[in-house]
């Protein structure tokens, strides 16, 4: 497994750094923006989960290309989920 993962908000930056989108990569669910409810997110369990800790399990680094794009909502969503898999992310 990688000790660097690479990530964009969109699919286009995703293949041109031969990454994930934030979305893929961290198993979060791309919802329209006025279906948006009061959670920005769902946690995730099961397989998915499982699937995660085995990916993050060796991970040391997260790098978001063009962090800009990102809503600060995306970013606390990552957060939670990266603090899920590994709980001393601060």
Avoid: W
Wanted: glycine share 4%.
């Amino acid at each position: 497994m990688p000790d660097v993962v690479l990530s964009t908000p969109t699919g286009t930056a995703a293949l041109t750094i031969n990454g994930n989108t934030i979305h893929s990569l961290l198993g979060i669910e791309v919802v329209q923006a006025d279906q948006r409810s009061e959670e920005p997110f769902e946690e995730l369990v099961g397989k998915k989960f499982d699937e995660l800790n085995l990916l993050f399990s060796n991970v040391k680094l997260i790098i978001i290309n063009e962090v800009s794009m990102v809503s600060n909502i995306m970013l606390h969503a990552a957060h939670y989920c990266a603090q899920s898999h590994h709980p001393f992310v601060a």
